[in-house]
Antibody, heavy 120, light 108 residues
Framework: EAQLLESGGGLVQPGGSLRLSCAAS????????INWVRQAPGKGLEWVSA????????SYAESVKGRFTISRDKSENTLYLQMKSLRVEDTAVYYC?????????????WGQGTTVTVSS | EVVMTQSPATLSVSPGERATLSCRAS??????LAWYHQKAGQAPRLLIY???TRVTGIPARFSGSGSGTEFTLTISSLQSEDFAVYYC??????????FGQGTKVEVK
């Protein structure tokens, strides 16, 4: 069974940095696109970033472009989201989610989420 | 960026009744629409993609329809485990994969 497990969340001051990890089990990253989606407290879902499973191409929401970097370590089957210049509005639960094979954006397996709080 | 608008914001339904949720796209997205639901404290779960294709394991009481800009998710007979927030997501003009703001289905 495919599973994802996020870690790395925590409390950080505005302007700080944090690196989230997403460990996969039950499948290998090869061929599967992985996305990050976040959810601010009491709010809806917001797509953040993705990395293509076939090309390695990365994509970002405008709200995080230039501040966040998505990457993957195929040997460890782990995905990362490096977050810099964090803002209060980045406070959210961050989910990593796997896309259906052959698609980049239909998300069929989600992790349980990791909470990022940006506050002074 | 495509804006997805869901209605209503909250839907109050009695168990066993039918629920109809709507999702509208600000421009045509063909049939490139997915539905997810999210129970309190849990991660979202994919229900339907391609506007009408149910994911393996999703009960037949869930059905999706529509194309272009207007889409509908119907739950034919609500069960207790169906009370949740439902999100639509377009993936035609991707990235970004924009989500609707959600419809909360609550017990009447």
């Amino acid at each position: 069974e495919a599973q994802l497990l996020e870690s790395g969340g925590g409390l950080v001051q505005p302007g700080g940095s944090l690196r989230l990890s997403c460990a996969a089990s039950g499948f290998t990253f090869r061929g599967y696109s992985i996305n990050w989606v976040r959810q601010a407290p009491g709010k809806g879902l917001e797509w953040v970033s993705a990395i293509s499973g076939t090309t390695g191409k990365t994509s970002y929401a405008e709200s995080v472009k230039g501040r966040f970097t998505i990457s993957r370590d195929k040997s460890e089957n782990t995905l990362y989201l490096q977050m810099k210049s964090l803002r209060v509005e980045d406070t959210a639960v961050y989910y990593c989610a796997k896309a259906i094979f052959g698609f980049d954006e239909i998300l069929d397996v989600w992790g349980q989420g990791t909470t990022v709080t940006v506050s002074s | 960026e495509v804006v997805m608008t869901q209605s209503p914001a909250t839907l109050s339904v009695s168990p066993g009744e039918r629920a109809t949720l709507s999702c509208r796209a600000s421009q045509s997205i063909g049939g490139n629409l997915a539905w997810y639901h999210q129970k309190a404290g849990q991660a979202p779960r994919l229900l339907i993609y391609g506007a009408s294709t149910r994911v393996t394991g999703i009960p037949a009481r869930f059905s999706g329809s529509g194309s272009g800009t207007e889409f509908t998710l119907t739950i034919s007979s609500l069960q207790s485990e169906d009370f949740a927030v439902y999100y639509c997501q377009q993936y035609y003009h991707w990235p970004p994969g924009t989500f609707g703001q959600g419809t909360k289905v609550e017990v009447k």
